[in-house]
Every structure is written in C-alpha cells, then in structure tokens.
C-alpha cells in the first residue's frame, strides 16, 4: 500500500479523508482533539509541498439531514489553531459553492468541507456522490483509519475515480502496528479481551485463538463463559444464547494449547448503580440476586502473572463497569500492569482508549489505536474495505 510520501501532491489539489468524529460538550466545544492531532502528520507534509489541501470527514450520525450541532464548523477552528494557518469551512461537500471556493484555492491552503453525513449517499456508498467529491481533487488520500471498516463512498467509492490514491501516514502506522502485534508477532503474544458482548467480539475470539500464546477474558463477557462452565452468576449480565458458543471456544482453546484466563473472583453489586451496596467474592459464590461489575484482586494477580512474560499484548475491552469508581479497580489494574510491561503493547477500542488516558498511562503504550471497529474487524482476520480499495488500485 503507497502512502502518501510515494505521491507527487506538489501544488495539487488533494482531497484527505479524515476521522475528525471528536467528541463534543453541550455548548459545542471540543473535548478532545487526539483525533485532529493523529492527522497532522499528513496535513503537515501536504504543507509543506504546498498542496490545496481538502479534508472531508464525518460527525456523529445525522442521518443524511443537516444538524448544526454536528458541524464541523468547530473542528476547522481547531484545526487552524493547531497548525497556525487559517482552515476555511465550505457549506457543503459537493456543489457548485463548494466547487468555486476548491478552484479559488492558492498552493497551501486548507479547506475543510461540511459534514460528509449531512447526505445519506456517503454511507450508501452512492457511486454518482464519491464522483461528485472526486471532482474536487486530482489526488485522494485516505487518512481515516477509524472509519477503514466502512463500504462508504468518501472511503471506498471516491477510489474508482482517481488516478492516484494513497494511504496517510497515520492509516500507514495503525496497519504497520497491527501488522507487527499479529501477523508476525514477537512471542508469546496475548490477547486481553474485554467488554460487554461475546457476541461482539465472537469472530475475534475464534480467529486470535488460532494465532496467541494466551487469552485473558475478562468484563462483562467472561460472565458468559463462566456460567457455560456451570458457575452461578446470579444477576450479572450473561448471553445464554451463547452459552454453547463460549464451550466451544473453550475447548478450541485447550486443543489448541492455548493458555485461555478467566476471572477467579469478582466485585459484585446488589444493582448496577454507583452508590450500590458492593463486595468482594469468589466466582463460585456470587449471590444469586447481585451482579459481577469488576475483576477481583486475586483476578488482578492471575492476570498480571499471565503477561509477565509476554513479548506482544494486545487489550481490546476494559475488565468491568469501570465508568462507575466502585468498579474501575480492575480495569485501572490492567492499564497499569500493561503500560509498565517491556512488551510491544497494542490498545484499540473506545472504552479501552478512555481508561488508557484516564490512568494517565498513554504514553507508556507502544500503539493506542484510533479505530475500535476497524480494529476489531482487523482482530477477526479480515481486511478492512477502506483499505483493499487503496491495495487494489
């Protein structure tokens, strides 16, 4: 896959799809920019071959309908803060206006166009709407890893209609990083798997069990494996319908001589409320009407012992409710054990980010990924669209 360094974008007009999906207050103030900040790598080198750069992005989920709220108005002021240059913001992606203020553009300008999701043809992958944006530009790169796993038409479609497409830098690094943690690894390697759903997480289970050394279970969905080993986990959160399921990859795991770790005592509530009435158990002693909610201590050792001598770890999933004090123990637990460890250390998924910079450890990871379902699609063995289009091209 060429990235963008491969390209001669000199004084070109390139069009640069980005994740710029930041997270908002009430008043439409950005919360955190790590988002707009992963891209400037890219945008930067754009800079300084003095391109017409052209970012497009989503926000939020506006179902093909204008909502100011989720404009990008606030990310183009944030933007040209963060790059000291003025970043104008277009009314639309395609159009007449937005087609003249592209041809006014002057060698290193920057240009960011409306929400891609204020039209419904972005995530129908509509083939005449990526031809539209595709006639803004002569050069495509694609810089959005987080939305990678998506068939859209700013992220596959708009490929058909360039002569030149390429990856950015930080779409080059997250699939360099995963390519290093699970195709050819430094071993043992680890899987540390948590969340709420197995069902979410089943085919990335089933693959990484054919390629780590050892697998931690732990959140929500270790509760699942537990009760189809026959342990009473009174209240808590269990997907019966996969009970079945979770013995099957239990014995994949023994057959295949992989060392699989699940929770051996828990904090559990009498109901899913911070101020909830809490406790330390062991699994085989949950009370029929309380919840697991968190990893126990003696669970936080058996897990820190399991890494010790791991070489590569990759966690996707916090270990509990860690958003609530009374449970964010565990989870607080992994972040520090993992971030001290000497290991190559991977870190995708949403919740998982949140605790990683929570804990105030994230510069002690190796790699903290942008994408949760891009990820995850990657942890399941399959490839990404977003990124086959660029391959195939």
């Given at each position: 896959?060429?990235n963008?360094?491969d390209?001669?974008?000199r004084?070109?007009?390139?069009?640069?799809?980005?994740?710029?999906n930041?997270?908002?207050?009430?008043?439409?103030?950005?919360?955190?920019?790590?988002?707009i900040r992963?891209?400037?790598?890219t945008?930067?080198?754009?800079?300084?071959?003095q391109?017409?750069?052209?970012i497009?992005s989503?926000?939020g989920?506006?179902?093909g309908?204008?909502?100011?709220?989720?404009?990008?108005?606030p990310v183009?002021?944030?933007?040209?803060?963060?790059i000291?240059?003025?970043?104008?913001?277009a009314?639309?992606?395609?159009?007449?206006?937005?087609?003249?203020?592209?041809?006014?553009m002057?060698?290193?300008?920057?240009l960011?166009?409306e929400?891609?999701?204020?039209?419904?043809?972005?995530?129908?992958?509509?083939?005449?709407?990526?031809?539209?944006?595709?006639?803004l530009a002569?050069?495509?790169?694609?810089?959005a890893?987080?939305?990678?796993?998506?068939?859209?038409?700013?992220?596959?479609?708009?490929v058909?209609f360039?002569?030149?497409?390429?990856?950015g830098?930080?779409l080059q690094k997250?699939m360099?990083?995963?390519?290093?943690?699970?195709?050819?690894?430094r071993?043992?390697?680890?899987?540390v798997?948590?969340?709420?759903k197995?069902?979410?997480?089943?085919?990335?289970?089933r693959?990484?069990l054919?390629?780590?050394?050892?697998?931690?279970?732990?959140?929500?969905?270790?509760?699942?494996?537990?009760k189809?080993?026959?342990?009473?986990?009174?209240k808590s959160?269990v997907?019966?319908?996969?009970?079945?399921?979770?013995?099957?990859?239990l014995?994949?795991s023994?057959n295949?001589?992989?060392?699989?770790?699940?929770?051996?005592?828990?904090i559990?509530?009498?109901?899913f409320?911070?101020?909830?009435?809490?406790?330390?158990?062991?699994i085989?002693?949950?009370?029929?009407?309380?919840?697991i909610?968190d990893?126990?201590p003696?669970?936080?050792?058996?897990?820190?012992?399991?890494?010790?001598?791991a070489?590569?770890?990759?966690w996707?999933?916090?270990?509990?409710?860690?958003?609530?004090?009374?449970?964010?123990?565990?989870?607080?637990?992994m972040?520090?054990r993992?971030?001290s460890?000497?290991?190559?250390t991977?870190?995708?998924?949403?919740d998982t980010?949140?605790?990683?910079?929570?804990?105030?450890?994230s510069?002690?990871?190796s790699y903290?990924?942008?994408?949760?379902?891009?990820?995850?699609?990657?942890?399941?063995?399959?490839?990404?669209?977003?990124?086959?289009a660029?391959?195939?091209?």
């Amino acid at each position: 896959m060429r990235n963008i360094r491969d390209l001669d974008i000199r004084e070109k007009k390139v069009l640069i799809r980005v994740d710029f999906n930041v997270p908002m207050d009430d008043q439409g103030n950005i919360t955190d920019d790590i988002r707009i900040r992963g891209v400037l790598p890219t945008i930067n080198h754009a800079l300084d071959e003095q391109a017409k750069i052209i970012i497009c992005s989503h926000m939020g989920r506006p179902k093909g309908q204008r909502q100011d709220k989720l404009s990008l108005a606030p990310v183009a002021k944030r933007l040209s803060r963060l790059i000291s240059k003025e970043v104008k913001i277009a009314p639309d992606c395609i159009g007449d206006e937005v087609k003249k203020m592209v041809e006014a553009m002057q060698p290193g300008d920057v240009l960011i166009l409306e929400n891609l999701r204020f039209h419904s043809e972005e995530q129908q992958n509509d083939r005449e709407f990526s031809k539209q944006l595709a006639g803004l530009a002569e050069i495509y790169i694609n810089d959005a890893f987080a939305v990678a796993h998506r068939a859209h038409a700013s992220v596959v479609g708009v490929v058909e209609f360039f002569d030149q497409c390429a990856a950015g830098f930080l779409l080059q690094k997250e699939m360099d990083y995963f390519n290093r943690s699970v195709s050819e690894p430094r071993r043992p390697l680890v899987a540390v798997v948590g969340g709420a759903k197995v069902s979410s997480k089943l085919g990335a289970l089933r693959n990484m069990l054919d390629r780590v050394d050892k697998m931690i279970v732990g959140g929500a969905m270790a509760n699942t494996f537990l009760k189809s080993m026959g342990y009473e986990v009174g209240k808590s959160k269990v997907e019966d319908d996969l009970l079945e399921t979770a013995t099957e990859l239990l014995i994949k795991s023994k057959n295949q001589g992989v060392k699989l770790y699940l929770p051996v005592d828990c904090i559990v509530a009498d109901r899913f409320d911070p101020e909830a009435e809490t406790k330390r158990t062991t699994i085989q002693e949950v009370p029929g009407d309380w919840m697991i909610l968190d990893i126990g201590p003696a669970t936080t050792l058996l897990f820190s012992e399991a890494l010790e001598d791991a070489k590569t770890i990759i966690w996707n999933g916090p270990m509990g409710a860690f958003e609530m004090d009374a449970f964010s123990r565990g989870t607080m637990a992994m972040v520090e054990r993992i971030a001290s460890s000497h290991a190559l250390t991977i870190v995708g998924g949403g919740d998982t980010d949140v605790a990683v910079h929570k804990a105030g450890e994230s510069n002690n990871i190796s790699y903290i990924s942008t994408g949760g379902g891009a990820f995850l699609m990657l942890m399941e063995g399959k490839t990404l669209p977003g990124v086959e289009a660029l391959e195939k091209h």
